[in-house]
């Protein structure tokens, strides 16, 4: 449902499906209008081929005690799922039968590794990202449709601050435009930035705040050059303080924006908008805006920690506590 108002695009609204589960979601991918894979706790996978109407509960054989905090589909049939956690509860499981068989691709064998979000160019080329270990970033690459992973040469990224990371709230704190640009949000409030799909690294400042439980928790670029930031602190949701920015050089130089309701967990642009439209998602609400980021309106209804909008459509989902799914239209 759409409420319109003097002939703008005005604010969406959700509409509430049953995805039959009732474990938490963390992730979600709309592949079209029809095709949505989400994720979460107790191994969970849910994928719908009728755009939200049903919904089918999927099984990763061995993942029944694993958090799937991200899931990135590709296409209608194949689909990538993170869990996450320290050591080998880090893994990457991948589907090319619409979920009706999955293979272990990765576990993680570093116990200090933590991952905690990934992301594709296309079926062949992705990236998987960790918390910093000992100063250091890491960060997986594949280029086979992960049949290997090789972990970025150290003397290719600048070095990490003190416990820097990423929040695995959502599984969009890496964005990715076009064949070679990808930007990770870390937990020090900066953005990594590559041009050349990941071979080199750049870093800068977004000026949003940090602190405990504060920093970047989603990055989405409309563009090669345009793109924002959004989080907060997850322990204070109904706070809306510097938790969100915006640029327009690629991630070179940020600048703050206000109006967000509180802590968010997810951005994203939406496709086939009138307007430059934007949906940040958190916990405790949602907003919307209709003109780039400079002002935001609050979405009624509950919060949720994913949305996914469909790339070539005009629909998105957003996921939550309870197996909770919501359909956004525009």
């Known amino acids: 449902m759409i409420l319109m108002s003097a002939g703008l695009l005005a604010t969406p609204a959700w509409i509430p499906q049953s995805s039959g589960v009732t474990a938490r979601f963390r ?29 089918q509960k999927l099984t990763v054989t061995g993942a029944e005690a694993l958090d799937f905090r991200d899931i990135d589909a590709v296409d209608e049939r194949t689909a990538y799922a993170l869990s996450i956690g320290s050591g080998p509860a880090s893994r990457i499981y991948k589907t090319t039968d619409a979920g009706a068989n999955w293979s272990l691709q990765f576990t993680n064998s570093d116990e200090k ?15 998987a990202f960790s918390d910093s270990v000992d100063g250091n970033f890491v960060i997986l690459s594949t280029s086979d449709g992960g049949r290997t ?5 150290q003397n290719a990224l600048p070095a990490a601050v003190a416990g820097e990371g990423a929040f695995a709230a959502s599984g969009t704190n890496v964005a990715m435009f076009g064949k070679s640009d990808v930007w990770i949000g870390t937990t020090a409030g900066r953005v990594l930035h590559s041009v050349d799909a990941g071979r080199n690294w750049s870093i800068a400042p977004a000026g949003v705040a940090t602190g405990d439980a504060t920093g970047i928790f989603s990055i989405a670029f409309r563009d090669a050059r345009h793109g924002i930031v959004v989080g907060g602190n997850y322990r204070k949701e109904a706070e809306a303080v510097d938790n969100a920015a915006a640029t327009s050089d690629g991630g070179k130089t940020w600048t703050p924006i206000k109006g967000l309701s509180g802590f968010r967990s997810v951005v994203t642009y939406l496709p086939r908008a009138a ?11 949602a907003d919307f805006s209709a003109d780039d980021g400079r002002t935001w309106t609050p979405i009624p209804g509950d919060g ?7 790339p070539g459509g005009s629909l998105g989902w957003a996921v939550g506590e309870g197996g909770r799914i919501s359909q956004l239209r525009w």
């Open 275 to 285: 307007t430059v439209s934007l949906v940040a998602v958190g916990p405790s609400g």
């Open 304 to 310: 949720f920690h994913a949305f996914s909008a469909s």
């Open 113 to 127: 590794a933590f991952f905690d979000a990934m992301a594709f160019w296309d079926a062949e080329r992705g990236l």
């Open 27 to 55: 992730g979600v991918s709309a592949v079209n209008d029809r095709v949505v894979w989400a994720s979460g706790a107790n191994g969970t996978v849910v994928r719908t081929a009728d755009g939200g109407r049903t919904w």
């Open 149 to 153: 992973w090789s972990r970025v040469p």
